[in-house]
């Protein structure tokens, strides 16, 4: 394994909920990494985010990891989830929810309902 990736299965298997993104948590640099940190601020979830702006190794590094090819990634309990479409299309139709809750995942549900009722 590089050191990139070294990096990187450390911080999935240290963290519950992790977003590897285009900026951090307050302050998002691209519209994607903005829409998933978002949805994952407004639910309440606890995460940990990883700017791949600040290293290229963890830029390039993640994407060979999942062998995905864009960013944000989320991973929740070292799985790959998904890119912003899918985290949005799995916001609106209840999957997020459900994988949280199978994963132990604190969340407001509350918040969550009404991402989907503005977005219905």
């Known amino acids: 394994m590089t050191d990139a990736a070294t990096k990187i299965k450390e ?3 240290a963290n519950t909920v992790v977003l590897f993104m285009k ?3 307050e302050m998002p640099q691209c519209g994607f990494s903005s829409r998933v940190a978002g949805v994952l601020n407004y639910m309440g979830v606890d995460f940990s985010d990883v700017n ?3 290293d290229e190794g963890i830029r390039q ?3 060979d ?6 960013i944000p990634q989320l991973y929740v309990k070292g799985e790959f989830v998904g890119g912003c479409d899918i985290i949005t299309e799995m916001t609106l139709s209840g999957e997020l929810d459900t994988l949280f809750e199978k994963n132990g995942v604190t969340f407001d549900k509350d918040a969550a ?4 009722e503005a977005n219905g």
């Open 23 to 25: 900026g951090t948590k």
């Open 65 to 70: 990891f999942s062998d995905w090819p864009t």
């Open 61 to 63: 590094g993640i994407k």
């Open 52 to 54: 791949v702006l600040a």
């Open 113 to 116: 309902d009404k991402i989907r």
């Open 11 to 13: 911080t999935i298997d």
